[in-house]
T-cell receptor, first 114, second 111 residues
């Protein structure tokens, strides 16, 4: 089944403890992206990648890191999480190197930082 | 300032009624998508429109792209309780070479 797989689905952590949210797609998509979704603010792009070893900042990149060493994987790293990073996170992928025709989304990771 | 304006923000209707949701921008879209999202889940792509004036149908859902490619509408005929969810429009903007989501329309269809 064609899909984007994120792990974990739920995560509670403490301020300052490094964490990684994994994302993998099995559709050979070029473009991958991370979004966060917050009430009243909608979906906001954190980072994106147009291909392997090509990543760039989205609208809200502060406090996050990403890497794209393989085409299928695009992990999101929070080096020192803070409570304002409590949010619902989505990984998404798109076939071409720009998301002109839309995304396939993962099921989401609900992160709580205390 | 939102690049994409969706209206209404909330809609609560009875099963069997019709409804229309709107998505507007002052900039031209290269393409526009509509998604449906259930609580705690990822958005699911319903349709992509790329040509001005284009109309697409998906069972009881009708999607229209404006002639100038600055607006779109989603019309649901005879809504069912299973249509309940958050409907998001999203578009790729030529001028900014970027993709943005609207803030969504939260639809509740009551039995």
């Amino acid at each position: 089944e064609a899909q984007v797989t994120q792990n974990p689905r739920y995560l509670i952590t403490v301020t300052g403890k490094k964490l990684t949210v994994t994302c993998s797609q099995n559709m050979n998509h070029e473009y991958m992206s991370w979004y966060r979704q917050d009430p009243g603010l909608g979906l906001r792009q954190i980072y994106y990648s147009m291909n392997v070893e090509a990543t760039d900042k989205g609208d809200v990149p502060e406090g996050y890191k990403v890497s794209r060493k393989e085409k299928r994987n695009f992990p999101l790293i929070l080096e020192s999480p803070s409570p304002n990073q409590t949010s619902l996170y989505f990984c998404a992928s798109s076939p071409q190197n720009r998301p002109i025709y839309g995304y396939t989304f993962g099921s989401g990771t609900r992160l709580t930082v205390v | 300032t939102q690049l994409l304006e969706q209206s209404p923000q909330f809609l609560s209707i009875q099963e069997g009624e019709n409804l229309t949701v709107y998505c507007n921008s002052s900039s031209v879209f290269s393409s526009l998508q509509w998604y449906r999202q259930e609580p705690g889940e990822g958005p699911v792509l319903l349709v992509t429109v790329v040509t001005g004036g284009e109309v697409k149908k998906l069972k009881r859902l009708t999607f229209q792209f404006g002639d100038a490619r600055k607006d779109s509408s989603l019309h649901i005929t005879a809504a069912q309780t299973g249509d309940t969810g958050l409907y998001l429009c999203a578009g790729f903007f030529i001028d900014f070479n970027k993709f943005y989501f609207g803030s969504g329309t939260k639809l509740n269809v009551k039995p």
